[in-house]
C-alpha cells in the first residue's frame, strides 16, 4: 500500500497553478509524449484536488486559488511539502509574491515541509533571466533564513519544459 501525501499548490492568481496541475496529471498517466496543447484554464475560487500517481507514492495537490491568500494559513496542518509558483514574467508581481512566499516559510505549521519555488512562463519572450529574478527575489536570503529544504525549477506549464522535474521533486520529497 502507498501512503498518501498532500502538497500544497500556491502562489499569486494568474501565476499557471492550475495549468500545471492539469499538465502533471496528464504526464503522470501517460508520459510526456503525450502532453498535446495546453488545456484551457480559468482562475481558480476554491481549491482544486489532483491526485498524481508517482512511482513510490500518491501525492494530493491542493491547489488554493490566488484570491484566497489570506486564508492559506488554515490549510497548511497536515501538508508535507510545498510548491509555490511564482509568474516570471510580470515583473509587478515578483515583490508580491515573495511577501507571499515568506509569510508562508515562517508559517510554524510548515516549518519542515519541503519546499520548491516555481518560476513560471519560461517561455515568454519578455521574461527575466533566472539570475535577474533570482536576485529581485532575493532568493539567496530568503534559502539562507528558512527552516524549510528549498529547491527551485525553472518552467513553463504552457509548453512542458521542466514538468518531469517538477514530478521527480514530488517523488524525492519525504514526509519528515
Request: include cysteine.
Amino acid at each position: 500500500m502507498t501512503r498518501n501525501e498532500t502538497c500544497l499548490l500556491l502562489g499569486a492568481t494568474g501565476v499557471g497553478k492550475t495549468l500545471l496541475l492539469k499538465r502533471l496529471q496528464k504526464i503522470s498517466l501517460h508520459g510526456l509524449g503525450e502532453l498535446g496543447s495546453p488545456p484551457s484554464t480559468l482562475p481558480t475560487v476554491g481549491t482544486n484536488l489532483t491526485d498524481l500517481t508517482l512511482k513510490k507514492k500518491k501525492v494530493t495537490v491542493r491547489e488554493l486559488g490566488g484570491c484566497m491568500g489570506p486564508i492559506w494559513p488554515s490549510y497548511f496542518k497536515d501538508c508535507a511539502s510545498v510548491i509555490f509558483m511564482v509568474d516570471s514574467a510580470n515583473i509587478a508581481q515578483v515583490s508580491s509574491s515573495c511577501i507571499q512566499l515568506l509569510s508562508v516559510l515562517s508559517a510554524e505549521p510548515l516549518c519542515s515541509a519541503s519546499v520548491l519555488i516555481l518560476f513560471n512562463k519560461r517561455d515568454v519572450p519578455c521574461t527575466m533571466s533566472l539570475i535577474e529574478i533570482k536576485s529581485l527575489f532575493r532568493m539567496d536570503d530568503i534559502i539562507a533564513s528558512a527552516t524549510q529544504s528549498i529547491t527551485t525549477l525553472e518552467l513553463s506549464a504552457r509548453s512542458g519544459q521542466g514538468l518531469q522535474e517538477v514530478l521527480s521533486w514530488l517523488e524525492s520529497t519525504t514526509v519528515k
